[in-house]
């Protein structure tokens, strides 16, 4: 398996940190670094900024919001950070949810499967360098109606761009296996990942005549070391809240992927109920229904040997990049427990 990590450029004193975990992780072996994009800082800027300031390590979009820029806007992005970078870029997509596209930029969510799909249609008709003509359900370049003409981009990519989607439902992932080089997932179960993502997955891929060979799986889970079971415990304890909020905060009051990923691995009351008490306004109660099983299964939280063996299950369940969260107060913690998981990689890896 290859590792990854995943960082959003921070204001603040955050800035100087965020940047110096990035140089310092590609000094430790880490393959890839994704850069977020929320509801913070852009994505673009810090890619530029730490493409500068790496020289091996790949680094990706992850993501950049489909709705919120135009495609070609999306692929002059991409080319300019593939050619910075000398072809170390890495583009991640994703369709977000109504909260964000609609609640802070303010244009319509409505049919994000056919969006993408015609975003990354769009993306490689311009990665290929001639002019750009397209007659889609959502887009239409030129837009018809005035005087304009098909036009090509002065700029031309120098490397492969390889498109990453960041998809959770059932369509989205046939999508993903259809068109994707990469699947960025999240809230993965391996025990359920065979029904929840990959039948839906292997569907696409099978759909285009390819194989899982050809789609980067990489999932994400937050890793942390604890000295015994009891602290283990503790750890556990403390990121009920976090799982609670993703549960029952994220997304729109009618739409939350990651509530829907978690119901398809085997929690489905819990979630809907959890999701019922934290819009109601019962964050406690919401809290409490969050079990240890439920957090332990998404993440890589444990003593070293726990660990290691969750690891080996997520090879074996078919991720080809684990994305590292790595837990910590300060800067050298969180790099010292980054660099603890690279080596249990590496580790299981060499006996795969």
Known sequence: MRTATTVEASGGDRWRETADFVVEAEKLGL??????????SDGPSALGFYAARTERMLLGSGILQVGTRTPVAVAQTAITLSNLSEGRFLL????????????????????????????????????DGGKISYSGKEFQIPRPGGDAVPMRLSTRAHHEIPIYLAT????????????????????????????????????????????????????GAEVAFAPDEDAVRAMVAG????????????????????NQAYSRQGWAEVAAEVRARWQAGDRDG?????????????????T?????????????????????????ETLDARLFTLAHAIDLVREIGSFS
């Open 31 to 40: 393959d890839v670094c994704w850069v977020a994009e929320a509801w913070g």
């Open 92 to 127: 991640g997509l994703g369709a977000s949810g109504p909260q964000v596209i609609e609640g802070l930029h303010g244009v319509p969510f409505a049919r994000p499967l056919a969006r993408m799909r015609e975003t990354v249609e769009i993306i490689r008709r311009v990665l």
């Open 168 to 219: 959770l439902s059932p369509g989205m992932l046939r999508l993903t296996g259809e068109i994707a080089d990469g699947w960025l997932g999240t809230s993965f179960v391996p025990e359920g990942a065979a029904e929840a993502y990959f039948a839906h997955l292997d569907e696409g891929i099978a759909h285009s005549g390819r194989s899982r060979s050809d789609v980067d799986v990489c999932q």
């Open 239 to 258: 990121r009920r809240k976090e799982l609670a909020f993703s549960l029952g905060g994220m997304g729109s009051s009618s739409t939350n992927y990651y």
């Open 286 to 302: 919401a809290v409490a229904l969050v079990t240890d099983e439920m957090v332990l299964g998404t993440t890589l939280i444990g």
């Open 304 to 328: 070293e040997q726990m660990v290691r063996e969750r690891l080996r299950v997520w090879r074996d369940a078919g991720v080809d990049t684990v994305r590292l969260y790595p837990a910590g």
